[in-house]
Antibody
Framework: EVQLVESGGGVVQPGRPLRLSCSAS????????MSWVRQPPGKGLEWVGL??????????QYAASLRGTVTISRDDSNGIAYLQMHSVKTEDTGLYYC?????????????????WGQGTEVIVS | LILTQSPVSLPVTPGEPASISCRSS???????????LDWYVQKPGQSPHLLIF???TRASGVPDRFSGSGSGTDFTLRISRVEAEDVGVYYC?????????FGGGTKVEIK
């Protein structure tokens, strides 16, 4: 069974860095792209970005609005994906989901969010 | 690229049909002929999960009362007969990995 467990959330002061972790199990972590999605309190879902698998160079893609403010990375040996926020703002408050992605060679460029964690809450105050 | 969903809120009677619209500011039809438009649902207190992909293909385990249609810039999610368990927020998603984005969501609730 695919399991994704986020951690690292909490209360953080504006301007501070914050790193979220996503521990994965139940699948061959290194074979899959991993991504992050966030949800401000009472609002909708917002795409953060993704890191591709080693096969695809571990390249990253980010939401245009967040480019330069976050970095997504992965540690395949330990099955962990990371979201590094370099300098948090109050608008970064929300629930942060880790997701496993799927892409299909038959559908170039297509990306699907296959499995989701329960999320970790970040409060910037 | 902007995805606009309507309505924002949809009160429904169990057993009745429901329909959600998603309009994109740019065509989601790719050169391969596929529409990279998915639908996800977030039920109360739960993480979201995939409902429909490529505009019209139901994800594994999704009841056949759910259907997706549309092409290009206009898409629709339909529930043929709403059940109480269908309450939640439904999101259309532009599924091109270089420009992945969510619509604003439609909250389906029981009257």
């Amino acid at each position: 069974e695919v399991q994704l467990v986020e951690s690292g959330g909490g209360v953080v002061q504006p301007g501070r860095p914050l790193r979220l972790s996503c521990s994965a199990s139940g699948f061959t972590f290194g074979d899959y792209p991993m991504s992050w999605v966030r949800q401000p309190p009472g609002k909708g879902l917002e795409w953060v970005g993704l890191v591709k698998s080693r096969r695809y160079g571990e390249t990253t893609q980010y939401a245009a609005s967040l480019r330069g403010t976050v970095t997504i990375s992965r540690d395949d040996s330990n099955g962990i994906a990371y979201l590094q926020m370099h300098s948090v703002k109050t608008e970064d408050t929300g629930l942060y989901y880790c997701t496993r992605g799927l892409h299909y060679e038959l559908y170039p460029g297509y990306y699907q969010l296959d499995s989701w964690g329960q999320g970790t809450e970040v409060i910037v105050s | 690229l902007i995805l606009t969903q309507s309505p924002v809120s949809l009160p429904v009677t169990p057993g009745e049909p429901a329909s959600i619209s998603c309009r994109s500011s740019q065509s989601l039809m790719q050169n391969n002929g596929y529409n990279y438009l998915d639908w996800y649902v977030q039920k109360p207190g739960q993480s979201p999960h995939l409902l429909i992909f490529m505009g019209s293909t139901r994800a594994s385990g999704v009841p056949d009362r759910f259907s997706g249609s549309g092409s290009g810039t206009d898409f629709t999610l339909r529930i043929s007969r709403v059940e109480a368990e269908d309450v939640g927020v439904y999101y259309c998603v532009q599924a091109l990995q270089t420009a992945f984005s969510f619509g604003g969501g439609t909250k389906v609730e029981i009257k």
